[in-house]
């Protein structure tokens, strides 16, 4: 029987590493906030990076409906 723990936990760790580095090319965020981040992320990994997601599309229409 397959334990599935084995894939999800590398699973979780590349997608915190692929939010981590997405956080550190965005320029609209100082860099206090991106520590603040990644920290969020390294804590709470599957609900940081759903939280940084939400986030970025939030804030992705937000700027879509002023234009």
């Known amino acids: 029987m397959i334990d599935w723990s084995l894939l999800l936990i590398p699973l979780v ?3 915190d590493i692929l939010a981590i580095s997405d956080l550190i090319k965005r320029r609209q965020y100082a860099q206090k906030i991106k520590i603040l981040w ?3 992320i ?9 939280l940084y997601y939400l986030q970025i599309s939030l804030s992705y229409k937000n700027g879509q409906q002023r234009h």
């Open 38 to 40: 990644i920290i969020v």
């Open 13 to 15: 760790i590349i997608i």
């Open 42 to 50: 390294i804590l709470f990994p599957i609900i940081g990076v759903s």
